[in-house]
């Protein structure tokens, strides 16, 4: 297919998707998270909803600024700045990393979201970051590394990536070299990923390089040198490039996106490789205009074992954003300034380094 062909293609599931975030919208400006979604019955639900809408309304350029809409996210933010979901209790909450930190992966997770959300709504809001500020002290933050579990290096990725973009808006640099130090130790000379050590098992390879490519956002964002970059950007050309999971999918294309950006590496197997994600992403648009995750099995929302799940299969605000993130990724590195993409500003899923001049 001709680049025109798939400018054409991109150009018109643009139109399509924001479409559908039409149709999944409130009069408030929330969103339902999916056809299947009844606010009624499950109103908490409209928060991820909402922040995974507005994330990719913002990324592909479509307005969300909305006083009223910034008024309503807020009224989900606690008195120390956690934003919660509605409804979420003890005894629903999973990934539970250690005891006593019920709810430290959710609050995180939430928080980071939904701060990206207000930052393409209310870009002028200041964000109130006082449950972070723990973290500011060095012995603190140390404890804190040290039961990060890399049994598990996809759940502690998003721990990690989550504190640092906490970390970033307080401007707190000290916290940020102790990060870069935990990683160095910590490290696979042979992979670039944390989490693998002497392990083949193909599955926790792709659990770490999932986790690691969102730890590498610390490196793109500080503008450092990210070691072993060329070994994970030659694992992740390795993947097949039909459709995977949205995470997986957003995480290999932000991988290799960043290593022709920031290395010049293997540039045209990656373009190559970019290419044919992009076709398939592009095929497997919906026919409402959203994107869905999996084909089959049950989707629960991030962060609750017992609650709230749809069949997959779905569009959905989470896997349609995600898979968007991918698509402008790709399409910003094959045919550069021909959109104006709105990647996030904030480290985790959305981010894109800038560009040099």
């Known amino acids: 297919m001709n680049d025109e062909t798939l400018i054409r293609r991109i150009e018109a599931a643009r139109v399509r998707t924001l479409q559908w975030l039409d149709s999944m919208q409130l009069a408030n400006g929330a969103s339902r998270i999916s ?3 009844d606010p009624e019955r499950w109103p908490g639900m409209l928060l991820p909803g909402t922040y995974n809408a507005v994330m990719c309304r913002d990324l592909l350029d479509a307005p969300v600024q909305n006083a ?4 309503w996210l807020l009224s989900h933010r606690r008195a120390d700045g ?6 979420m209790t003890d005894d629903t909450v999973f990934k539970r990393p250690e005891p006593g930190e019920t709810w430290g992966y959710i609050d995180f997770h939430v928080t980071n979201y939904s701060l990206g959300a207000m930052q393409a709504v209310a870009p002028g809001e200041a964000p109130l970051l006082d449950f972070a500020r723990w973290f500011l002290d060095p012995m603190m933050l140390k404890a804190w590394l040290a039961d990060r579990d890399l049994r598990d290096p996809w759940l502690e990725g998003n721990n990690i990536v989550n504190l640092a973009s906490f970390l970033l808006l307080l401007g707190a640099d000290g916290a940020l070299e102790i990060l870069l130090r935990w990683h160095a130790y910590h490290q696979d000379p042979a992979t670039g990923f944390w989490g693998v050590g002497q392990s083949s098992d193909a599955t926790r390879l792709l659990h770490a390089m999932a986790g690691s490519m969102h730890n590498f956002h610390i490196w793109y964002r500080l503008g450092r040198t990210l070691p072993y970059q060329d070994r994970a950007a ?3 050309l390795s993947r097949p490039t039909g459709i995977d999971t949205a995470c997986i999918d957003v995480d290999l294309v932000d991988l290799l996106v960043h290593a022709r950006m920031c290395l010049g590496y293997r540039t045209a197997d990656i373009h190559a490789w970019l290419r044919e994600k992009l076709l398939a992403l592009l095929d497997f648009q919906s026919a409402d205009g959203g994107f869905a995750d999996e ?5 629960r929302q991030d962060g609750w074992v017992r609650g709230y799940q749809e069949p997959q299969g ?3 605000t989470f896997a349609t954003w995600f898979r968007w993130i991918a698509i402008a990724m790709i399409a910003d590195e094959l045919w550069p300034d021909r959109w104006a993409w709105r ?3 904030m480290i985790g899923i959305g981010y894109r380094m800038e560009r040099t001049p």
């Open 295 to 299: 084909m089959s099995g049950i989707r």
């Open 82 to 87: 956690v934003f919660r979901v509605p409804g």
């Open 35 to 37: 056809p299947a979604h």
């Open 343 to 345: 990647f996030r500003k």
């Open 314 to 316: 779905l569009s959905n």
């Open 234 to 236: 030659d694992y992740a």
């Open 68 to 71: 009223d809409l910034a008024a």
